[in-house]
Every structure is written in C-alpha cells, then in structure tokens.
C-alpha cells in the first residue's frame, strides 16, 4: 500500500476522501490536520476519532497557531490588509501555512502522494497546489472531488453508503474557523442577491450594552487588551471573544478568485476587522503621509500575492521587511467601543503621535511658521499652475 497524507479537516470533503482513497483506492492513508486556530483538545480528539472510522491509519494534529501569526497575520496587520476593503483574508491565509506543513509531515513519514478535497472551482486547489509543486515536486497530488467533479449530494449518499452518518443539515453551511476569523458558505453565497442568515454565524449576538474597550500595540503588534499585557495571539483570541458576542465582524465578501470567476463567501471576523481598523488609525497618527501611501500599496499587493498562493516569492520577504520597518513608532493605545454589530473608534494615545500642538492645531493656529511663511510657501506652490496656464491659457 502506498503511503498518501491526506489533508483532513473533519468536513464533507475531506471525509469523503479518507473513506474513498482508503477503501476504494486502496491507499495508506494518513491524515493530517494543521491547527492555525479554532479547534480545541476535545474537537482535535473527535476529529482524530473520526478519520480513524473513516479509514486512516494514522491520525496527526500539527499545532501551527504561532507559525501562523510569525508567518503571515503579523503582516496581515502591519499592512491593514482587507481583501476588496472587506476581507481580511481568513481562510486564504492559513491555507499557505497548513499546506506547507503538510507536506513536512509528508516528506517526514517518506509518503508519495498528498491528497486534498478542493473542487475544481475554487482558490483552494491552487494554493495546496502550488505550495505542494514547489516544495515537493516529486509527491504526486490527488484531489477526488475536483477529479471526479463530485456535488455534495453524491458525496453525502456516498458516505452514507458505506455506514457513515453524515446528513445534508449538517453539510448546508461550510465553516472554516481559524485565529484570523472565520468564513461561512451556503446556497446563499452562491447567488449575488442573498444574504446569510443569523443562524448560520458560528457566534450568535448575546451583548447588547455598549462597552469601551483600549487596544494597546507595540511596534504594530497587540500587546495588551485594556491594560493587561498578553501575547498577541492570545490577545486575538480574546479580542474575538469579546467582540464576538456583539456580532461584530460579519460581512459577505465578494471576489475575484484566482481561476477568474467571481465568489462570495461570508465571514465572521470581529477581533481582526477591530484590529485592523484600530491598528490603521494609531499608524494615521505616528506614520507620514508618504509611509502610509507607500504602506497601501505594498500591503494591498502583499494581500493580493498571499491569497493567489504565491507565498513562497522571494518578494514577499521584501514586502515582509518593509511592513516590519514601518511599525517602528506605531505604538500606543487605541480607544474603542463595542456595540451590537458594530465599533467605533473614539481616538488614541501615544508618544510617537505626530498631531503635536507644539507646531499648530490645524484649523486653528499656527506655532511654528510665521503669516508670511505661509504666503511665501503658497506662492512656490502654486508656481507650476500658474506656468501652465500662461503657456496653455486653459486647464478644460
């Protein structure tokens, strides 16, 4: 029997490749899922319950949540990346990182195969894909449903076939929960005119009193929530607590996938969206104008990279040092409150603030030039125009 490591999260997809390529195909199976946050001792022990049913051989968890911040959402929030201004990129992000563990676990235990269960119509395939080309070119990759070009129905009889409970109420709504958010799909993100209802977020709304909250970051990272000091994945984790029950976050991002067509997706997402919008505001404060135009393209086109799998550029560690120079004064707090379905920003505190009264209130006076500074300085200014429009006489 050949040895196959399969990419294994519990749901449909993946379930029906553990019983299909153990036995039908007649492959050693392996699962393996990677952890970039959600899941818990007890989910990880089912999950592991579960594949071993199915099929598998062996059952590993690799607990990746720290890679996962280290490697890509630190930069996520260095470069306020938002998919389309929506999406914080929360499932496209941790595929990168569970595809390149997997196949470190493949190469470790010497498999010849890796398998996944992406369809032929979404950006999963291509980033396990390209990930597993360029790191392993010589493990061949199987990928059933896409193959097959099986709908979910026929999974569903097919499991329950072969002695496996697994019903249509439980597969309605795909949910992927990860330390960056969590995205919701239904047969209401595959139409344009529909929304997702209440029921089908994972965190349903149980705050309704508004509460303030202080956001503290050093260098660009959340180091504390409301004065206690944390690291910032556990700070995440708690900031997705708190903010959840408000049923901040929600949205339907709508996308350009990477093979063309367009996609919707729902997502919750409170603690990163808080993040994100906060973390920008304190960077208006402590950062030039040119630092932050510079910054808005760079972490837009590093989001765009990321979520069309090209990781593994040598760009991106460009990008990465970059992003990572830019926070060297983004520090300080950032003063919040939390109400049912959305946030506001009230303001910020910090030392590297560049809104310094000791040169001039804007709109209101002026400390550190004179009136005729001021003058002098338009007048220079404005010199271009002026040359324009005396050689040209128009500007229509």
Same mark, same amino acid.
């Given at each position: ?10 749901? =449909?997809?993946? +379930? ?9 195909? $007649? ?86 195969? @890796? ?19 360029? @790191? ?39 949910? *992927?929960?990860? !330390? ?30 508004? +509460? ?26 708690? =900031? ?25 997706? $729902? ?6 969206? =808080? ?6 505001? !304190?960077?208006?404060?402590?950062? +030039? ?9 760079? $972490? ?9 799998? *090209? ?46 009264? +000791? ?6 006076? *002026? ?8 003058? $002098? ?14 050689? *040209?006489?128009?500007?229509?």
């Amino acid at each position: 029997m050949s040895k196959l490591v399969l990419a294994y999260s519990g749901g =449909l997809d993946t +379930s029906y490749c553990a019983k299909y390529l153990s036995q039908d195909k $007649g492959y050693e199976v392996h699962a393996v899922s990677v952890n970039t946050g959600g899941f818990s001792t007890k989910e990880i022990a089912s999950i592991k319950e579960k594949a071993i049913q199915l099929g598998a051989t062996t059952y590993t968890s690799i607990d990746a949540v720290q890679t996962f911040y280290d490697k890509v959402v630190k930069y996520l929030i260095f470069g306020n990346v938002l998919k389309n201004n929506t999406y914080p990129l929360s499932v496209s992000a941790e595929r990168i990182v569970q595809a390149i563990e997997i196949v470190k676990h493949a190469k470790k235990i010497g498999a010849k195969y @890796i398998a996944h269960g992406s369809t032929g119509a979404g950006n999963d395939q291509v980033r396990f894909d390209m990930i597993f080309q360029i @790191i392993a070119p010589e493990i061949k990759i199987i990928t059933p449903i896409r193959d097959n070009t099986l709908a979910r129905e026929v999974e569903i009889e097919y499991l329950q076939k072969n002695g496996v409970d697994y019903s249509w109420e439980k597969a309605k709504y795909s949910i *992927n929960r990860g !330390l960056w958010g969590t995205s919701v799909g239904g047969e209401e993100t595959l139409t344009s005119d529909k929304n997702l209802p209440e029921s089908a977020f994972p965190s349903q709304v149980t705050e309704q009193t508004p +509460s303030d909250i202080k956001l503290t970051f050093e260098k660009g990272e959340l180091v504390a929530i409301d004065g206690k000091t944390d690291t910032p994945v556990n700070n995440i984790i708690k =900031l997705e607590s708190i903010a959840s029950k408000y049923g901040i976050g929600r949205d339907i991002h709508v996308g350009d996938t990477i093979i063309g067509i367009k996609g919707r997706v $729902g997502f919750e997402a409170a603690a990163p969206l =808080l993040i994100i919008k906060a973390h920008h505001l !304190l960077e208006k404060h402590t950062l +030039s104008k040119w630092q932050q135009f510079q910054k808005e393209q760079q $972490g837009n086109f590093y989001g765009m990279l990321l979520h069309e799998g *090209n990781y593994l550029d040598e760009v991106m560690r460009n990008i990465e040092a970059f992003l990572t120079d830019t926070q060297r004064n983004v520090s300080g707090d950032v003063l919040a409150t939390l109400h049912p379905y959305r946030f506001e920003l009230n303001g910020i505190n910090s030392k590297h603030d560049l809104m310094n009264a +000791s040169f001039g209130t804007y709109g209101e006076v *002026n400390k550190g030039w004179t009136a005729n500074d001021a003058k $002098g300085f338009i007048k220079i200014l404005s010199n271009a125009g002026k040359i324009s429009t005396h050689v *040209n006489g128009s500007h229509d």
